[in-house]
């Protein structure tokens, strides 16, 4: 799990004081190298109590969720509503550049740990703050949650099936894409700082994240054409042929876009299937040319698709530079021959657990590589590390703390 | 010297994009809004696939490069030059682009930056402390790295497509080719980190991006269920394995909806009581999460006949105000005639267009309260910047650059 290699985000210290929606952007910080200490209420946060766990044991140690999120960090429990628990957060918020936090707008500011407190104590800290709209305007105390940031940042209305109801796609996708553009602005804040020693407040709204990833469908291009977009199955608005296509042993999905690449496909369909029609030149050129041949050309391609596997039209298809590629259930991704040779799915050795299996690098830095440095935390794991070893507190002021379920 | 007072937080940050597809071009989208120097390489026999885009009431006016509202969202606030790469000379200018900058972002397909003589060992001869990110579908190694892909089939391709939807449904993707944005998202915050081991120890490196393991990661715990157990995760659409009710339920009106969920006791109650559901505060069928989870398809009816009464937005303010999280299924039109909100924070950004004027675009939610970062302009044409590239940055001759012009290295619109 560790190499020599130097880390690249190496002296970064961040606080994390956020849920599972917030979480990840502490993982890609605490995997490139940044310190990252999660900050969990005495007894220990509520995400990990999320399911799935590993082996179907509904326990703490088990989420699998938690056990992903929190791969690399150190994690102490500190109860900040108390005024103990807070001088100690003050205390700690002095050596962090980054305070990372998913606490309701205003909340902190209410603590007396707000913005412009900690500033008054450490001019260059960066506080990022992850809410589902913001910290300002009408909706800032709105509730939200992944279906709210998915609904109201517009992704839902577009993905589905025409006659079904508006539907989000698995996982956490609109909080994890906050959380990772969170982490995209806290580097640009912390460089920002790095160069005129003054830190910021960075506001992240899950629903403006929402709207930003999923812009393809958005207002500009509303704004310029008058089409609002719709749900359409897996085809695609501005790209035909695109979409689905049943094969003998499962459906591969394919995307046409440059003229060069219909025309290959085109070539390929009359060749297998005799089609002569399918080469009219009134089918050639920008995707613009097909839009009203939509039907006729799926209609084509299934009548070449259905005939053979899945693994023949994907590598015959990349042969002739086609973007024909399998629709993999999770079974598939983990056998996945080219995942496989890339070592892509690492092991994290969990106390208690043995090696957890699970995804591993979203990217290969050749001289500060990805890695993960240590097992998610358990409950109160650093704290003796981090209220003794690091902020010097006596093992009787710990006690008392502890007694008092402040840690 | 820069201002420090309206330094952004890239203000002094200069990138060179060799970019196709969508992954590659929104990542300097964000880094040009966040004030740095953003130079777009594009040839006139590739431009970039975004300008392709016709809208379907001028289908006979074509294809036309700076009219793409995609334009905008990919690539407003870069220069733009157009250089004919299969040329040495034009390669010989593109180094020297290189040897100037801070960064290079490159998502062409799996061997062509070598061909042209752009590869990492190329450039680094010329510029020792250069951050390189290359982004492709598959990475730069194993059995499939030549193989092409766009962000949707990748959706499909990473199980994303597969664990997603209804039950009922083979596969479900997304309208907006989310791959290329989660990957451009990831790409940023590889290049930053690199950026901040530069500022520490002057050292630059290479950073490779497979879009399809970025994918897999964002659906890591049901990966690892998968890894662990040997199954399939549940396929769960709009439902929850910890909380309920959690759904999708349809409003007053054409094809509206609005969502609900309920993460707690306090938020169940606040619901019934909203709902006049008084009598279900107390009832065992209800009584915790787990409960309410074994008697959803009932609760759902009960919602639905409350929402199918009343708009989307009348739901959303109803219910939050009670405490409960709910949220209209918002359009394009909502989300621009319908949200105060967004309207309060000055999201959506009015960018100058060369030729409509002006154009209003998605904004770039970075949320930096101190440098908010701004676009300068949209609708640049392909080499719209060449001469100011050119002559004012690479300090060439007019002499210098005529010749180039005359053996085609850089290409001049018509």
């Given amino acids: 799990m560790s190499t020599d290699a130097p880390v690249a985000l190496a002296g970064r210290r961040v606080l994390e004081l956020a849920d599972e929606s917030g979480a990840y952007c502490g993982k890609l910080m605490a995997d490139m190298g940044a310190d990252v200490i999660k900050v969990e209420r005495p007894g220990g946060d509520p995400s990990r109590h999320l399911p799935p766990f590993l082996d179907d044991r509904a326990d703490p140690s088990r989420g699998l969720s938690f056990l992903y999120l929190n791969t690399s960090k150190r994690g102490v429990t500190l109860d900040i509503e108390q005024a103990s628990g807070r001088a100690i957060f003050e205390r700690l918020a002095l050596s962090a550049d980054l305070i990372i936090e998913t606490l309701p707008p205003g909340r902190l500011d209410a603590l007396g740990l707000g913005f412009d407190a900690l500033r008054a104590v450490n001019p260059a800290l960066v ?85 930003a990833v999923s812009h393809i469908s958005g207002v500009g291009k509303w704004l310029d054409d008058g089409i609002i977009p719709q749900r359409m199955g897996t085809g695609l608005f501005a790209s035909v042929p695109s979409g689905t296509y049943a094969c003998s042993d499962g459906s591969v999905y394919l995307m046409v876009n440059r003229p060069a690449h219909w025309k290959a496909l085109a070539q390929w369909i009359n060749q297998e299937t005799g089609n002569q029609e399918v080469l009219d030149p009134m089918f050639e050129g920008p995707s613009s040319n097909r839009i ?96 003794a070893g690091e902020l010097g507190l006596e093992e009787d002021a710990l006690a008392a703390l502890a007694a008092e379920r402040v840690i | ?28 989208r964000f880094m040009a809004h966040c004030g740095a120097e953003v130079i777009r390489v594009e040839s006139r026999k590739y431009p970039g696939v975004v300008r392709l885009y016709v809208p379907p009431w001028d289908r006979a006016g074509g294809v036309r490069e700076e009219m793409s509202p995609w334009f905008t969202d990919w690539e407003a606030g870069k220069l733009f030059v157009a250089l ?12 020297r682009l290189v040897a100037r900058a801070d960064v290079v972002i490159e998502n062409q397909s799996s061997g062509v930056m070598a061909k042209l003589g752009l590869a990492w060992e190329d450039l680094i001869a010329v510029n020792p402390q250069l951050i390189m990110l290359s982004s492709s579908g598959y990475g730069d190694s194993g059995p499939h790295s030549s193989y092409v892909t766009w962000g949707p089939n990748i959706e499909a391709m990473a199980g994303l497509g597969r664990l997603s939807g209804f039950p009922e449904r083979d596969c479900t ?92 006791d306090a938020q169940w109650r ?107 302009e949209s609708g640049a044409r392909m080499g719209e910047h060449n001469a100011y590239v050119f002559r004012d940055l690479l300090e060439l001759s007019p002499e210098e650059i005529r010749g180039y012009e005359e053996i085609g290295a850089i290409e001049n619109g018509d």
């Fill in chain 1, 127 to 211: 506080l990022t703050s992850i809410t589902g709209f913001g910290q300002t305007g009408p909706h800032r105390d709105f509730r939200s949650s992944e279906l709210v940031a998915a609904a109201m940042g517009g992704a839902m209305y577009v993905t589905g099936e025409a006659e079904d109801p508006p539907v989000v796609m698995a996982g956490a996708q609109c909080s994890w894409m906050a959380a990772t553009c969170a982490a995209s602005s806290s580097m640009l804040a912390l460089l920002h700082a790095g160069r005129t020693g003054g830190g910021q407040h960075v506001d992240i709204s899950m629903q403006e994240t929402t709207l």
């Fill in chain 1, 292 to 387: 009203e041949y939509r039907e006729l050309l799926d209609i084509f391609i299934s009548d070449m698709t259905v005939k053979h596997s899945v693994d023949e039209i994907y590598h015959e298809g990349q042969r002739r530079h086609i973007a024909f590629t399998p629709v993999n259930s999770a079974q598939q991704v983990v056998r996945d021959p080219h995942l496989a040779a890339r070592n892509y799915f690492c092991e994290v050795d969990q106390p208690g657990l043995g090696r957890v299996r699970q995804p591993g690098a979203p990217y290969h830095h050749s001289s500060t590589p990805w890695r993960i440095h240590r097992p998610a935390p358990g409950i109160g794991e650093h704290n003796h590390e981090i209220y």
């Fill in chain 2, 1 to 28: 010297m820069l201002d420090r007072a309206t330094e952004q937080a890239l203000s002094d940050l200069k990138v060179v994009e060799f970019t196709a597809g969508m992954a590659g071009p929104w990542i300097g």
């Fill in chain 2, 84 to 95: 004919d790469l299969t040329k040495p000379e034009a390669v010989q200018l593109a180094r």
């Fill in chain 2, 173 to 264: 993707t997304t309208q907006f080719a989310y791959p290329d944005s989660l990957s451009a998202l990831h790409g940023l915050f590889a290049i930053l980190c690199a950026l901040d081991h530069r500022a520490r120890t002057g050292e630059g490196q290479r950073i490779s991006l497979s879009q399809l393991e970025a994918t897999v990661g964002m659906i890591g715990p049901q990966m690892m269920d998968c890894l662990a157990h040997d199954r399939e995760p549940a396929k769960l659409g709009n439902r929850s394995l910890h909380a309920a009710p959690h759904g999708c339920y349809r409003c007053a009106g054409e094809d509206r909806w609005c969502v609900i969920s309920v993460f707690d």
């Fill in chain 2, 270 to 376: 606040a619901l019934c009581e909203t709902l006049g559901l008084g009598a279900w505060t107390d009832d065992p069928r209800f009584a915790n999460a787990h409960a309410r989870l074994e008697n959803t398809e009932l609760i759902d009816a009960r919602i639905s006949s409350w929402t199918e009464l009343r708009s989307p937005h009348e739901v959303m303010e109803i219910l939050q105000s009670a405490g409960v999280p709910a949220g209209a299924v918002q359009d394009t039109e909502d989300q621009f005639e319908r949200d105060p909100h967004l309207k309060a924070r000055g999201f959506f950004e009015t960018i100058p267009h060369l030729t409509k004027g002006e154009v209003v675009a998605t904004g770039i939610p970075v949320g930096l309260t101190r440098t908010p970062g701004h676009t300068r």
